[in-house]
């Protein structure tokens, strides 16, 4: 088998630069979901290339062994959003050494737990997005799957943390990863992606540093693309759609 170098990876977050930025997280959280809500869902234009699972909202995106960029080597992407403008998704199995409870000082609740927060993209890295799992979906977010919403507000937060329903739970990740149109269409095309179905317990209690190898594990089905990047290129900087509350993102490098 071939060596995939450490199996662990985690990222550092400077503390003082990204708490300053931290002061509008949950506007930004809100802004984000309520901008994506205006995309248009019926010119969703899925991608099906040769692949078993079509690409769209609410699939995996697993990072090719052959991807070299630093920014999505050995990554998996809950893809939370994809329509014709454009696609966003979290990066799931890049915890920081950072707890929420320090990124968010401000919230009571979140003192004396061990949150971490996630780096979930290189896309405007000093903004926070919530992925929650709740039994009834909240007002300030998007389904992503059944159960699954991106969005929500400190209220969902606290109450999930004081007197959490049975299986809810949450994350919250710095940033995230984007494509602009076309983008992810011609990564496709290179095999730089594989594309599975998204479940609940990978996101939120499958260990992150096992997720990557387990699902480049999973055997494939038929007619599935088995991602190899020869050129190991992404270009995953830009994102269209969002909220003039967020900077515009550069274009891609």
Request: net charge neutral; charged share 25%.
């Given at each position: 088998m071939t060596n995939h170098g450490p199996r662990e990876q985690r990222t550092v977050l400077a503390g003082p630069t990204f708490g300053v930025c931290l002061v509008l997280a949950v506007s930004v959280i809100v802004a984000t979901v309520l901008a994506f809500s205006s995309w248009p869902l019926a010119a969703a234009a899925r991608l099906t290339s040769a692949a078993s699972t079509p690409l769209g909202k609410g699939v995996f995106l697993v990072a090719s062994p052959s991807l070299v960029d630093p920014n999505f080597r050995r990554t998996v992407i809950l893809i939370c959003d994809h329509s014709s403008a454009g696609t966003l998704g979290l990066i799931l199995n890049r915890p920081t050494n950072l707890l929420l409870s320090e990124a968010l000082?401000?919230?009571?609740?979140?003192q004396g737990t061990a949150h971490l927060l996630f780096a979930g993209g290189p896309v405007q890295p000093d903004a926070m997005l919530m992925l929650f799992r709740l039994v009834q979906e909240p007002a300030q977010a998007r389904r992503v799957l059944d159960g699954i919403y991106l969005g929500g507000n400190l209220k969902d937060l606290e109450r999930i943390i004081v007197k959490p329903a049975p299986a809810e739970t949450f994350r919250a990740f710095a940033g995230y990863a984007g494509w602009g149109p076309g983008q992810l269409a011609s990564e496709m095309a290179q095999g730089s992606w594989r594309v599975l179905p998204a479940d609940a317990t990978s996101i939120f209690e499958k260990n992150p540093a096992d997720l990557w190898q387990e699902l480049n594990d999973r055997p494939e089905l038929p007619g599935q693309i088995?991602?190899?990047?020869?050129?190991?290129?992404?270009?995953?900087?830009?994102?269209?759609?969002?909220?003039?509350?967020?900077?515009?993102?550069?274009?891609?490098?």
């Open positions: 000082s401000d919230v009571p609740s979140l088995q991602a190899l990047d020869r050129r190991g290129r992404s270009g995953t900087r830009s994102i269209v759609g969002v909220d003039a509350h967020v900077p515009e993102t550069p274009g891609a490098g």
